[in-house]
Each structure stands twice: as structure tokens, then as C-alpha cells.
């Protein structure tokens, strides 16, 4: 069974890798010249690839660290010398994208590591299921299509789900080391640096809290009682188990190499002024507390097979009318969170060659209803995502969504980009889904591939006041 899910693995990986090559050959014709973004992390690229290292060569338009232009420059540069290729040839355009088709390669593989490693091994068919789900986030539409432009996306999953895999293998300093890469690729992957730290630590409460129970249950106490009973056991328990020096010593000895790693992040916002390096004025921080509620909208779209069905509707329908205060008093708190912290930011208003522009023009801003309309939806979307992460430990996730938070309410700006890597953290964790459900779910991104390329590529369009041609994308 191993040597054949070895045969299926190879033949996905390969046959994804020939349609890759397609689309970047398609890709490299249509596109000629840098595109959005691109303008800048292209000849950034390009002059360290030239020698250009000083901070006067940096342009203050970039406001991610340089991880992306020095792997890039690493990469390209040995073909020069073992090929005899000129300079004009290892740093073009075309190279430096091809660098990121190669991070799609590495993620494939990562992807499936993670899978055998979180994933439960013990029936015949999971081979095949993890397989398909490997195979379906690797073709995951946002994170797909940034695989053909010079964008940190792919780079940036590189090292999260590297630094994620060796904190599941308990290999915490590589972990940490590696969770810095993919924090010189964007600063706000130190969040999931902190997830993995926050991974030995769920594990770690998740033994003591079963002793806990074990052993009241063995001593007959009288259950807590209330509305919040589980809530107050549960912070009971963490306060006990944070008053121990023990306790403490342990969790320290195995997390000291990402507290370490948090501690220069800090130094570095110190002495930076801030998280953001460059252009700061359109990247401020905020408490716009509706992202995440457009990424749990966001998770219910592409995850639909696994969160969306007649019964999982009649659940959610069932557990509001037994808890209708409860969730009486989410819905007013998410319509107060609604109405009070939801911004528009100035490129979401202008830049009408991203999806998200037309979402946020069409529904959003047609009806001012709209945002308020869509609690329900809000709602149960986070409640259907919480339900599919039950066979996880009430810590992990806790820490999930402390992680959740942290990497998106603070940001004013709506772009689907910025929900990839916690979506596939997520989609990672729930228990492997029937093969149905999976096929389901790959025909269903193979369609909104086929559709995203074929608009970028054919439906072109051109502002009136400039001769460029524009194209959509996410």
C-alpha cells in the first residue's frame, strides 16, 4: 500500500507540475513586462541580483523584508556559473518567476508531509485521501495563482509549512530558524512562528487537562455548573497550571527557540518604528475586526463540501434555539463589530483589477444593509469551522484562533492574499474528508482555475488615462 501510494504521489506531483509549466509558458508570453506588485520586487530583485546590496539601491515602495530578492539571487546565480549563462539571462523576468514555480514544487511536497504527519494512518483508503488533499490545496486557487508572478506568497508558504512540519517533529530549533525565513519573507508570519510555539504548548495542556479530568473523576467531585461551566473549568485549569514553576521550566525548555525568535522580532519593531519597513501611509494598523468574518466567509466558499450542508445547517439551526441567547448576544456584538470597525481601504475603493474590488462595489457598497445582512452568514460560517476542528484539543484551538485574530483583524485592507496561509493551516487540521467530497472539492477549484487564468490572460482592459494593458486577478 505504501509502494502504491508512493506511484500516486509521483504521478500527481508530476502531471501538476507539467500543467504548471503550461500555465508559466502562457504566463511569460502574455506577460512581458512586471506586473502590479512586480514593478517592485522585480528590479529590486534584479539589483541584488546585479551586486546592489546597499540600503540606497532599496525602494521605499517595498514594504516587506528582502527574504524573497536573496533566496532569488541564491537560486539563480549558481546557474550562471554552472550553465555559462550571462546576467541578462539568470536575472530576467522569466527566471526570477520561475523561482517561485519551484516553491510551488517544494509546497506539494510539504503539503503531503504534513498530511501524513497531522493525519490519522490507520485506514486503507486515507492514502488516497491525502493524496486528493494534498493535490487540492497545491491547486488552492489564491495561493495557485501567485505561483506565476514574482509575489512573497509562495516563498512565504514555503518556510510556514517547513517551520510547521518540524514543530511537529519536535525539531524546534529548525522550526524556529526556518520560521524566521518565512519571516524575512513577510513579518506577519512571526504569527504562525507563535502558532507553532503555541502548538508544544496546546500538546502540553492537552496531557495535563486529561489528567485533570481523570483524576476528579476519580475523586467524585461535583461538576461546575452554569452557562459557562466549561469556560470557567477550563480558565480554572490554565491559571492552576500557570502558578507552577514547573510547569513553566518545561514549556520555556521546549519554546525557547521561538521566544527567542520573538524577542528579535520585537527588537526589530523597535528599532524599525513599526512592523511595516517602506511605503507605512497605506499599510497602517487597525482593529478591523469584520476580516475575520470575511475569512470566515472566505474558508465556507472554498471549503463548501466539507462546511456546507443540508445537515450541517439543521445543526446549527438545532443548537441556536437550544442556546438562542447565547447566540442572541454573538449576533448583537457582531453587529455592533460590524458597524463600528468596518473600514474601506483606499486601494479596495481604486484598484479595480482585483477581485475584491467588484465584491466590496456589487455587495458591500450597493446596500449599506448588505454587511448587516450577512452576520447570520458570519455566524454560522464561524460556527461550521469550529465544528470541523472538534477532533482538535479545545487548546489548539484556542491557539488557532488567537493566531487567526492576530493575522487579520489588524489589517485595514481586504485582500484575499493575505487568508491563504491560515486557510491552509485549517484546512491541514480537519479530519480527511470522504473521496467524494474531495473530488468535489478539486473539480470545483480546477473550474475557478480555469476561469481566473482564462480572464487574466484574454480579458484585458485599459484605463482611460493610460496606454498599459490590465488585467484581473485575485
Sequence with gaps: MAQLEGYYFSAALSCTFLVSCLLFSAFSRALREPYMDEIFHLPQAQRYCEGHFSLSQWDPMITTLPGLYLLSVGVVKPAS??????????????????????????????????????????????????????????????????????????????????????????????????????????????????????????????????????????????????????????????????MSFKNLSVLFLLTWPYILLVFLFCVFVVVNGGIVIGDRSSHEACLHFPQLFYFFSFTLFFSFPHLLSPGKIRAFLSLVWKRRIQFFMITLVSLFLVWK?????????????????????????????????????YIFAGWSIADSLKSKSIFWNLMFFICLFTVTVPQKLLEFRYFILPYVIYRLNIPLPPISRLVCELGCYAVVNFLTFYVFLNKTFQWPDSQDIQRFMW
Design 341 to 377: 470597525f468596518t473600514y474601506a481601504h483606499k486601494y479596495l475603493l481604486a484598484d479595480n483589477r482585483h477581485y475584491t474590488f467588484y465584491v466590496w462595489k456589487r455587495v458591500f457598497q450597493r446596500y449599506e444593509i448588505m454587511k448587516y445582512l450577512l452576520v447570520p452568514v
Design 81 to 242: 556559473w554552472i550553465f555559462g549563462w550571462s546576467e541578462h539571462v539568470v536575472c530576467s523576468i522569466g527566471m526570477l518567476r520561475f523561482v517561485n514555480l519551484l516553491f510551488s514544487v517544494g509546497n506539494f511536497y510539504l503539503l503531503y508531509l504534513l498530511f501524513r504527519k497531522v493525519q490519522p494512518r490507520h485506514k486503507a483508503a486515507s492514502s488516497i485521501q491525502r493524496i486528493l488533499s494534498t493535490l487540492t490545496l497545491a491547486v488552492f486557487p489564491t495561493l495557485y495563482f501567485f505561483n506565476f508572478l514574482y509575489y512573497t506568497e509562495a516563498g512565504s508558504m514555503f518556510f510556514t509549512l517547513f517551520a510547521y512540519l518540524m514543530c511537529l517533529y519536535g525539531n524546534h530549533k529548525t522550526s524556529a530558524l526556518l520560521g524566521f525565513c518565512g519571516f524575512m519573507f513577510r513579518q506577519t508570519n512571526i504569527i504562525w512562528a507563535v502558532f507553532c510555539a503555541g502548538n508544544v504548548i496546546a500538546q502540553k495542556l492537552t496531557e495535563a487537562w486529561k489528567t485533570e479530568l481523570q483524576k476528579k473523576k476519580e475523586e467524585r467531585l461535583p461538576p461546575i455548573k452554569g452557562p459557562f461551566s466549561e469556560f470557567r473549568k477550563i480558565l480554572q485549569f490554565l491559571l492552576a497550571y500557570s
